[in-house]
């Protein structure tokens, strides 16, 4: 079970990724999703990541600056995942 800092960075992180990635991909925007998609693939993400690389784990500056980085992209990744699932099955109806 993460700590509560942990779970912050991965929040604040996805978010982020999340957010830049409807930014960016504008045709995999979500709206309010992004920032949802994006905190939920942060923090399952990071925890998978520090599951399998334990040296993610702690508070030092690398630890902590590969979980903001695993968070950011996993959250920008399932935004555009989410996103893409829900454009093709509004083009199948």
Same mark, same amino acid.
């Given at each position: 079970? #993460?700590? /509560?800092?942990? +779970?912050i960075?991965? &929040?604040?992180? %996805?978010? @982020? $990724?999340?957010?830049?990635a409807g930014? &960016? *991909?504008?045709?995999?925007? +979500? $709206?309010? %999703?992004?920032?949802?998609? !994006?905190?939920? $693939? $942060?923090?399952? @993400? @990071?925890?998978i990541v520090?599951?399998?690389? #334990?040296? *993610?784990? %702690?508070?030092?500056?690398? #630890?902590?600056?590969?979980? =903001? /980085?695993?968070?950011?992209?996993? !959250?920008? @990744? &399932?935004? =555009?995942?989410?996103?893409?699932? *829900?454009?093709?099955?509004?083009?199948?109806?």
């Amino acid at each position: 079970m #993460p700590d /509560i800092v942990s +779970l912050i960075i991965w &929040l604040i992180a %996805g978010i @982020a $990724g999340g957010n830049a990635a409807g930014e &960016l *991909l504008k045709d995999y925007d +979500l $709206g309010p %999703g992004n920032t949802v998609a !994006g905190a939920i $693939g $942060g923090v399952v @993400a @990071a925890q998978i990541v520090q599951t399998f690389i #334990p040296t *993610l784990r %702690g508070f030092d500056v690398g #630890p902590v600056l590969g979980q =903001v /980085i695993v968070a950011a992209v996993c !959250g920008a @990744a &399932l935004t =555009v995942i989410a996103a893409a699932v *829900l454009a093709r099955r509004q083009r199948r109806r």
